[in-house]
């Protein structure tokens, strides 16, 4: 067998699984040891900073100059007691990943002693060069730095390397002119508008107690795990996180058998340590358990105020990376690493909550609080309805149109999935002539929901936006992708929603009628003109496609033309409107979003030219010789034709493929090349999407049918069976 594949095979073979045992039994035991919570604040911090940090937290206050010195020093005490050598800003640039530039605690004095130092203006803010980063244009023509700022509402943590630890310390990252050039600054904004839209609708209308609101999230994230040594004997997934090339393993998902199966026990130490380490973080990991395809799995936290769970799944993400080292796997956060079976999301479970204690998505007994329910209901509906387009551009990315608008992949048609009790209560309620006539349907006493919906809801796992009783669940967004960017969507789009719902009521108010009638009479024409984007049936099935171009629903498969979406003046008026995105940072984002797409492909392209020349020909080659001497030796022993027909076929077979290969491989070069020379990035994505890739499609075909032909000695990549089966 080839040398490198059979040495992978033998590495992952051996392998020895490795336990950790957590701390203690009691994970209560060393919950949030690493974060610097409320707890650590108030044994190291005076009773001022503390109240200082909290109001910062609590109430969104600056905090001033010298409050910060304290908390910094404070910071550093503590930090320093749990064996923390550095410090770093710690934030989230749109390259996806987090980014982090270690200072040290230590400074020489000038009379060669030295002092562990840690200052108020080192917390607050600090100087990255932003050149580095994607800015997309953004870029002052005498000043490329940016700054990272303290967002005081995510509690710094400690990270605990192999020889040493570090604090960081959550910030936002801008330009020098104040553009945001993260995740994380826009993020902030969305979620202070819908908080503001929200408290105002509950206390105009339901509740005046209620003062404060968030959003919640819970992120369940899927991912592959995969034997580190065959990774590495897979060009492809090293440099892509997919495989490029593969035939699908004789067995697969078919049998249905991994699903809730028993975790394998390497990947259960995995998991074990995987908690332990995300634990000591306060990350809240509640579930774990296989997913659909081999290999998959999917752990989920118990949901948190949005921008912790974010930043909670940013660092679950990166801790993934460590621990599995640790177990010798490779964690695959790839939306599809393996065609023919499942890709991976990352489902973000969303609600809305009030200080009162109140999910404003969950349905309750009583028809007075159900009006505000419905009311919220309702306008996620109609806020997803009249912004789909934008969601889908929310979740566009390379690897996630695998997920979406492929072939073998459910469509990329924004839909709601609400369950057959909602839809009847809402039709009867809201719906139709019917109920336009009947006095009764707009009355508040008849909101009864049944009590089967409030812990029963049912499910459709083909719904891209699905109610699950008392959240949405947006399930769309990509396993690899900082889903900040779906939350900056959902969240400005709930703020404006929620903002033009209080006018439309106040309108009709103004006019005589009655608060309670005003409210049902806006919910029912905003039900009726948003309905057509409801829909319980096969999200997946070739029906909906045709249904939903009917029901004038958009269906943008690919990235490249799913990204206009962010730069549509109605965008432009929404974002810029409610104060998250000016116009510059929109289009500086769309430019790097179509950049990154660009990359990718590229990177796709160059490395299956490579494989498909120096793996697959030579391979396909040898294989052809082996054959052709054979032949000639049975030739040459005077064997009639017939005996050695089949030999004949395959080199014939073998030489179309390779001549395909090699042919497309060319063109795949040439394509490449001409999209380079496009000046317009989005012209070059689309060259990149239509141009290039579909190539890639040809050389899968013709090497995986010689993957299948060729003997398996010969084979110098790890087949899909292997990596999706020893474990
Ligand atoms: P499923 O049945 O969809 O696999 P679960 O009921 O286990 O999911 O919940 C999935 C996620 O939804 C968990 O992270 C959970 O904490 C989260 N979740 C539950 N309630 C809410 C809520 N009100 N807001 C946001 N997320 C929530
Ligand atoms: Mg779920």
Redesign the pocket.
Same mark, same amino acid.
């Given at each position: 067998m080839s040398l490198v594949r059979n040495q992978a095979l033998q590495t992952a073979l051996n392998r020895v699984p490795i336990s950790v045992l957590p701390p203690s039994v009691k994970v209560s035991d060393y919950y949030n040891i690493n974060v610097f919570n409320d707890n650590a604040m108030k044994s190291y911090l005076s009773k001022s900073a503390y109240k200082a940090v909290s109001n910062a937290i609590i109430k969104g206050e600056k905090i001033d100059r010298a409050v910060a010195e304290e908390v910094a020093a404070g910071m550093k005490s503590w930090a320093i007691n749990r064996g923390a050598t550095h410090y770093t800003h710690w934030f989230q640039p749109l390259t996806g990943a987090t980014a982090e530039k270690h200072d040290a605690f230590f400074e020489p004095t000038e009379d060669g002693r030295s002092m562990e130092i840690f200052s108020g203006n080192a917390l607050v803010q600090q100087e990255p060069d932003a050149s580095s980063f994607p800015n997309g244009g953004i870029r002052n023509t005498f000043e490329a730095r940016g700054y990272t700022a303290w967002d005081p509402s995510s509690p710094a943590f400690i990270m605990e390397g192999n020889n040493g630890k570090t604090l960081c310390i959550p910030t936002i990252f801008v330009s020098y002119t104040g553009e945001a050039l993260d995740y994380k600054a826009p993020l902030l904004k969305a979620l202070h508008a819908v908080e503001k839209a929200v408290v105002s609708v509950c206390s105009n209308y339901f509740d005046k107690n209620v003062t404060k609101a968030y959003a @919640?999230?819970? %992120?369940?994230q899927e991912y592959f795990l995969v034997d580190e040594a065959l990774f590495y004997a897979r060009p492809d997934l090293m440099l892509t996180g997919r495989t490029l090339l593969g035939q699908s393993p004789e067995k697969g998902q078919q049998l249905e058998d991994h699903y809730f199966g028993s975790i394998p026990p390497r990947v259960h130490d995995f998991m074990v340590d995987l908690e332990t380490e995300s634990y000591k973080l306060g990350i809240p990991l !509640? $579930?774990r358990h296989n997913e659909v395809a081999p290999s998959q799995f999917e752990c989920?936290?118990?949901?948190e105020e949005a921008n912790l769970a974010i930043d909670h799944n940013q660092l679950l993400m990166d801790l993934m990376e460590k621990v599995g080292k640790k177990h010798g796997f490779k964690v695959l956060l790839h939306e599809k690493p393996f065609s023919g079976i499942n890709g991976s999301g990352k489902?973000n479970?969303? @609600?809305l %909550?009030t200080n009162t204690g109140v999910?404003l998505l969950a349905p309750t007994k009583n028809p007075e609080t159900n009006l505000q329910f419905l009311t919220f209901f309702v306008n996620v509906i109609k806020g997803v309805f009249d912004n789909a387009d934008l969601l889908r551009a929310s979740i566009a990315s390379a690897g996630n149109d695998h997920r979406l608008g492929a072939n073998e992949a459910p469509p990329a048609i924004m839909s709601i999935f609400i369950g057959s009790q909602m839809t009847h209560i809402l039709e009867s309620l809201l719906g139709g002539k019917t109920a336009a006539k009947s006095k009764k349907a707009l009355s508040i006493d008849v909101i009864k929901i049944p009590e089967i919906l409030l812990d029963n809801t049912d499910r459709n796992r083909t719904s891209p936006f699905a109610f $699950?009783g008392? !959240?949405f669940?947006f399930r769309a967004v990509g396993s690899s992708a900082n889903c900040a960017n779906a939350n900056i969507v959902l969240n400005t789009v709930m703020a404006s929603q929620l903002n033009k719902f209080q006018a439309d009521v106040n309108a009709l108010v103004k006019k005589g009628r009655k608060q309670e009638k005003a409210i049902l009479e806006v919910l029912k024409t905003y039900y009726n003109a948003s309905k057509s984007i409801l829909f319980e049936g096969n999200g997946y099935g070739d029906e909906w496609v045709k249904e939903a171009e009917k029901r004038g629903l958009s269906n943008v498969k690919t990235t490249p033309e799913a990204l206009n979406a962010y730069v549509s003046q109605k965008s432009k008026d929404l974002f810029v409107k409610n104060n998250i995105f000016n116009a510059v940072e929109l289009d500086a984002r769309y430019e790097i979003m179509q950049e990154i797409y660009v990359k990718k492909i590229d990177i796709e392209a160059k490395i299956l030219a490579q494989l498909a020349t120096s793996h697959i020909i030579p391979s396909a080659i040898e294989y052809q010789g082996k054959l052709a001497s054979n032949v000639a030796s049975l030739k040459a022993a005077g064997l009639s034709k017939s005996l050695y027909d089949v030999q004949v076929n395959s080199i014939t077979e073998i030489a179309k493929h390779v001549k395909v290969i090699s042919d497309s491989v060319t063109k795949l070069i040439n394509e490449s090349d001409k999209a380079h020379h496009i000046e317009d990035t989005h012209k070059k994505a689309i060259s990149m999407c239509h141009k290039v890739k579909p190539l890639f499609d040809t050389i899968r075909k013709s090497s995986d049918a010689l993957e299948f032909m060729i003997e398996d000695d010969l084979w110098k990549l790890p087949k899909y069976r292997e990596l999706l089966f020893v474990k």
């Open positions: @919640s999230l819970g %992120i369940e !509640k $579930t989920a936290p118990n949901f489902h479970n969303w @609600s %909550i999910n $699950t008392n !959240k669940e």
